[in-house]
T-cell receptor, first 112, second 113 residues
Framework: GNSVTQMEGPVTLSEEAFLTINCTYT??????LFWYVQYPGEGLQLLLK?????DKGSNKGFEATYRKETTSFHLEKGSVQVSDSAVYFC???????????FGSGTKLNVKP | EPEVTQTPSHQVTQMGQEVILRCVPI?????FYWYRQILGQKVEFLVS????????KSEIFDDQFSVERPDGSNFTLKIRSTKLEDSAMYFC???????????FGPGTRLTVT
């Protein structure tokens, strides 16, 4: 079946530190992969996506590369800001279906 | 920028009561979804809805659940007789074309006591 596993949180970093949030997946088909972010009190916002192997999604300094050989889609940012504090969800959508499979979310706290 | 809205933001109800969670999708979207997240667990798909009928539902979406688009703007999730294990955050989403492009609302936190 389809599933997503991401690292447990919370992750606490100082401002300007390097961020990695690990995400691995299992899929029966050939999925598209996503990172969503949820700021306090807000909905899930699409952060970035990748629809095929070796694609790199990027947005707001965040990036993630679709690695089919390791079934991974790790989220990275070179220098985090306090405003990046949020919960980050890795997700997949299997081709031919229009529903998402989400990871459990990783809370990021960035301290000044 | 258009967004999906949900009301209420937090609902507390007693076990066995009926609840209706409301969503206003983005106005020109045609596909509607409900997901839920039990505290500390994954966001799970519940149901998708298109052309006034359910297009897909998960095994979680049993006879206690129903969805409706009563007036062309709202999209509701009804739980007929709530159980303690229904306590969760419920997210509504809408999309223009049934692809992975889905826009999520802020969620309704349902607490069943």
């Amino acid at each position: 079946g389809n599933s997503v596993t991401q690292m447990e949180g919370p992750v606490t970093l100082s401002e300007e530190a390097f961020l990695t949030i690990n995400c691995t997946y299992t899929a029966t088909g050939y999925p598209s992969l996503f990172w969503y972010v949820q700021y306090p009190g807000e909905g899930l916002q699409l952060l970035l996506k990748a629809t095929k192997a070796d694609d790199k999604g990027s947005n707001k300094g965040f990036e993630a590369t679709y690695r089919k050989e390791t079934t991974s889609f790790h989220l990275e940012k070179g220098s985090v800001q306090v405003s990046d504090s949020a919960v980050y969800f890795c997700a997949l959508s299997d081709r031919g279906f229009n529903k998402f499979y989400f990871g459990s979310g990783t809370k990021l706290n960035v301290k000044p | 920028e258009p967004e999906v809205t949900q009301t209420p933001s937090h609902q507390v109800t007693q076990m066995g009561q009926e609840v209706i969670l409301r969503c206003v999708p983005i106005s020109n979207h045609l596909y509607f979804y409900w997901y839920r997240q039990i505290l500390g667990q994954k966001v799970e798909f519940l149901v998708s809805f298109y052309n006034n009928e359910i297009s897909e539902k998960s095994e979680i979406f049993d006879d206690q659940f129903s969805v409706e688009r009563p007036d062309g703007s709202n999209f509701t999730l009804k739980i007929r007789s709530t159980k303690l294990e229904d306590s969760a955050m419920y997210f509504c989403a809408s999309g223009p074309d049934g692809s992975y492009e889905q826009y999520f609302g802020p969620g309704t936190r349902l607490t069943v006591t």
